[in-house]
């Protein structure tokens, strides 16, 4: 007799595993079933995020900020450190201590939520009136029926067709996030969240960093004041960003005993050039991955990305089986597919699961951090709503000054008439943690005269957002 479960969840990225505690939390007798395998073969659940994503590039991206601290900034505080050095294999041997100690925490919660984990690929195979049949590969194959199913399968990095990924030379994230030595020269295509931040850590660490992004303009999502301000910090960094290039081929060749990429591409005025480098990282977005997941066999429809089709609550074509994370529309973030994975939980429940969908912050982890939630200016303008607007500039800020990083502003934009906010801009220092209270704000429908009216701690970044607030009624009190 197969074994039978409430809830089955396929995948254990942050929107399978936390899906599955909450489920499990709730009472349901629940599974989750994931297929990454760690460098010993053994189970490694956190997805994307946990292996390949979120926490490995962070662990990067602080390391690699210590030494270009280090290195350009100890001096500006009178500590003068002589022969600095760089070993790249401990750096990315902490990286993989940190994501094991996360791939283990995870492990420890199932086990503390009673969850069920199963190593080994989740394959549709049938549906009937007992439930959902489930073949789980794995070191232990087995098949088990769900009442209910939680899809959250992740995504995959898009190649260019005529570059496949070998992780060698031609880099997804996974590549760029295990290089061994730094490379001389190191090119990236597409100047997206992971081109900047991948570009950023490498430069740090002394590569010559080359991006090659597609669109006329940069970082085309975000506040363009910011964007702006951003791309002149990156300028000076030297982070060569080359706009409104048409990448041609690309060809991995040996130059005696060096391997090195070539890229054919032209720039913004039609001119050819080739950009010569020892890596190359592929970062022109996410697709949905339903690779091995066998959906015909249940019926579950997928839209022309190869997405998962869900409505507004995650709900598929098929009564009983739900979707989240990067597997469905919207932005690809673990923190979006966590609170799908929540919200489907309680919705399985009998709950009134909810998210937000315009209050879900965005960060982009390079020096200066780049966080937004809400409405852009450009937005607002196309939209036709009538707005205010404040910023306020980390140089006003004494704990920006005292920390020796003033780079940036905060940016608030709230209704012309309410006063309600409708948008918060953050490039600068801690912008990931200042982002916080601006999403509550929204959350709670906050006014830019509420947060202007609450006592921030001085000395804190947090008082500039106080300022921008300020700022909206041009009554800023430090600047
Ligand atoms: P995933 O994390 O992709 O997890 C899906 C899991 O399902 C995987 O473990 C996979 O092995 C498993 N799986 C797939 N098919 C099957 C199957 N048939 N059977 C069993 N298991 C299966 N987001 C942020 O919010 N902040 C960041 O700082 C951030 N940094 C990132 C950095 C990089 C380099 C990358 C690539 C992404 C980053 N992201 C970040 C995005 C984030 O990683 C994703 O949005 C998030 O992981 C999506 O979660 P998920 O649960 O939907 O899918
Ligand atoms: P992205 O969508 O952020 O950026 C891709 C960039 O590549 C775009 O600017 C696009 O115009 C460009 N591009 C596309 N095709 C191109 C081509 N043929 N030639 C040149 N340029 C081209 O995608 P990215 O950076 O791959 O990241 C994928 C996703 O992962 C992000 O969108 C985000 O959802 C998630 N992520 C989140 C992070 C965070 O929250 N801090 C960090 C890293 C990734």
């Known amino acids: 007799m197969n074994k039978t479960f409430d809830v089955v969840v396929i995948g254990a990225g942050p929107g399978g595993y936390i899906a599955a505690i909450r489920a499990a939390q709730l009472g349901m007798n629940v599974a989750c079933i994931d297929e990454w395998k760690n460098a010993a073969g053994g189970p490694a659940p956190g997805g994307t995020c946990t292996n390949v994503g979120c926490i490995p590039s962070k662990a990067l991206l602080q390391s690699s900020e210590h030494f270009e601290q280090a290195n350009h900034h100890f001096a500006d505080h009178g500590i003068d450190i002589k022969g600095i050095s760089l070993d790249v294999e401990r750096m990315v041997g902490r990286k993989d201590a940190v994501v094991k100690q996360n791939n283990e925490g995870i492990l420890y919660l199932f086990k503390k939520n009673k969850v069920t984990f199963m190593h080994g690929r989740g394959s549709f195979v049938s549906s009937g009136p007992e439930g959902f049949g489930i073949q789980v590969s794995g070191a232990n194959s087995e098949q088990i029926t769900a009442k209910q199913v939680v899809v959250a399968t992740g995504s995959n990095a898009r190649a260019l067709a005529s570059a496949p990924f070998d992780e060698e030379h031609i880099l997804s994230n996974d590549g760029a996030l295990r290089i061994g030595a730094v490379p001389k020269r190191l090119g990236l295509i597409g100047s997206g969240v992971i081109g900047l931040e991948m570009g950023s850590v490498w430069r740090r660490l002394g590569a010559e960093v080359t991006v090659l992004e597609g669109l006329p303009t940069f970082l085309g999502a975000v506040d363009e004041q910011i964007a702006k301000e951003a791309k002149k910090a990156f300028d000076k960094q ?37 950009l010569e480098v020892d890596k190359l ?67 399985m429940a009998g709950q009134h699961g909810h998210v937000n969908f315009n209050t879900i912050p965005w960060v982009i982890y390079t020096s200066p951090e780049i966080a937004w939630v809400g409405q852009t200016e450009q937005q607002l303008k196309a939209s036709g709503r009538a707005y205010k607007a404040g910023t306020f500039p980390f140089l006003a800020n004494g704990r920006a000054r005292a920390l020796g990083d003033t780079t940036g502003m905060v940016k608030m934009l709230a209704d012309a008439v309410t006063d309600e906010i409708l948008g918060v801009h953050i490039v600068g220092p801690m912008a990931s943690e200042l982002i916080a209270e601006c999403v509550m704000a929204m959350e709670f429908r906050a006014s830019s005269e509420d947060i202007a009216r609450i006592c921030h701690a001085h000395p804190s970044l947090s008082e500039s957002t106080k300022e921008a607030a300020l700022a909206v009624d041009k009554r800023t009190l430090n600047f």
């Open 238 to 274: 030297g982070l060569k960003i080359e706009l409104g290039v048409q990448v041609g081929e690309i060809q991995v060749a040996k130059k005696g005993k060096h391997t090195e990429v070539h890229v054919a591409y032209k720039n913004a005025k039609g001119e050819s050039f080739a």
């Open 281 to 347: 990282i592929v970062s022109i977005g996410r697709v949905p991955n339903t690779v091995g997941l066998n959906p015909e066999a249940v019926g579950l429809k997928l839209d022309e990305r190869g997405a998962v089709v869900v409505d507004e609550e995650c709900r598929t074509s098929v009564p009983g089986i739900w979707a989240v994370g990067d597997v469905v529309r919207g932005p690809m973030l673990a923190h979006k597919a966590e609170e799908e994975g929540v919200a489907v939980a309680e919705r």
